[in-house]
């Protein structure tokens, strides 16, 4: 399989370097603040980063030994990768093997499903999707009556790189019944906008992308980063960069791997998802920026004093996240569908 198709966009890059400016940094810490007195934070959301602390959530991220280490273990111990016994009512899950990849498929069974959602679940690109991606997916499935093909894909412990796992995941997209959502989080909103990008390349973008706090500029450079930093209880920048560069084997220049460096014209829809206590939140805003003066039609929600990938927290600010990407979802193939 070829290496992703390149772009060239040089007028995105020099935009990027001049909006990470010493002054940018400031206005973004300002606004920010301003945007958290704007916004009602719940009690369970403000009780979030306390807990993500009490649990040490960002230990295996905080220097590049630990990620290191983390990942021999989990190569010695692979986390479990069928879904989960307990199951929400109104679900079937189907499972296939795929030239040496699982492919799960989560259908309602009280509606016809109108649409697909292809769901790339994140972890950094080493941990394996979690109950809260199942407790997600299922609730798609139902509320939006869709099938939602999650895909089992390598992590970099095992070998998975972007110009590796990225052909397959289009591969995937391509074969399955329209319209076609693309959605990931963290990591997997990053392999599903870079998914759409080479669909995009080809002249055929998925009808809608959802991203939910993707990282979107892989070489991590913005100084905006620096200031989040102190308020994220969860990612950390040392980290994280290490993953970045096994995942993209340093390919950092090419626009399908690095999305920040991608023409996003002609995309397609996006919805995206930000909370402000996100190292990922600067370059999120960023991108939404460059995507929103290319013409793309682009919904951001970002959501004051918010962790990373909040909608799959236990908050009433997830909760409301959820039911506006169940209902983007819901009226996209309803709509589909009412055309033919």
């Keep these: 399989m070829g290496s992703p198709a390149r772009v060239s966009t040089p007028c995105l890059r020099c935009s990027t370097r001049s909006a990470v400016s010493k002054d940018s940094t400031i206005q973004t810490r ?21 807990i993500m602390r009490l649990r040490r959530s960002n230990k295996h991220h905080r220097t590049r030994e630990r990620v290191r280490r983390r990942l021999q273990d989990l190569t010695l111990h692979p986390a479990r990768t069928d879904p989960p016994r307990l199951r929400r009512t109104g ?27 292809l769901y790339l679940h994140g972890g950094a690109w080493m941990n394996e999707a979690v109950i809260q991606h199942w407790w997600l997916i299922q609730e798609l499935a139902v509320e939006a009556s ?31 019944e329209g319209p076609l959502i693309l959605m ?20 055929s973008p998925a009808d809608l992308t959802v991203l939910v706090s993707p990282a979107l500029d892989l070489r991590m450079e913005n100084p905006e980063i ?17 993953l970045s560069e096994m995942w993209t084997e340093e390919q950092f220049d090419d626009p399908v791997i690095n999305p920040i ?69 819901r009226d996209l193939v309803t709509a589909h569908r009412d055309s033919r």
Aim: proline share 6%.
């Design 30 to 50: 300002r606004t920010a603040k301003e945007a958290e007195g704007r916004q009602t934070v719940s009690l369970m959301g403000r009780l979030m980063p306390t």
């Design 226 to 242: 620096d200031a989040v930093q102190p308020s994220d209880p969860w990612l950390v920048k040392q980290g994280q960069l290490l």
């Design 184 to 203: 990931g989080d963290s990591a997997g909103g990053t392999i599903a906008i870079s998914t759409n990008l080479m669909l995009r390349n080809e002249g």
């Design 146 to 176: 869709v099938n939602v093909v999650v895909p089992v894909y390598p992590l970099v412990q095992a070998g998975g790189t972007a110009r590796t796992v990225l052909p397959r995941i289009a591969e995937l997209a391509r074969s399955v």
């Design 261 to 329: 460096l991608a023409d996003p014209d002609g995309i397609g829809r996006l919805l995206i998802f930000s909370g402000t206590r996100d190292i990922l939140n600067p370059d999120t805003r960023l991108f939404v920026q460059h995507a929103k003066q290319a013409g793309s039609d682009v919904a951001y929600h970002e959501a004051a004093g918010q962790l990373h990938v909040y909608p799959l927290l236990p908050t009433p600010e997830a909760k409301s996240a959820r039911r506006e990407i169940a209902e983007a979802v």
């Design 91 to 117: 679900v079937h899950i189907a499972s296939r093997q795929d030239r040496g990849w699982m492919i799960h498929t989560v259908s309602p069974t009280q509606s016809t499903a109108k649409g697909t959602v």
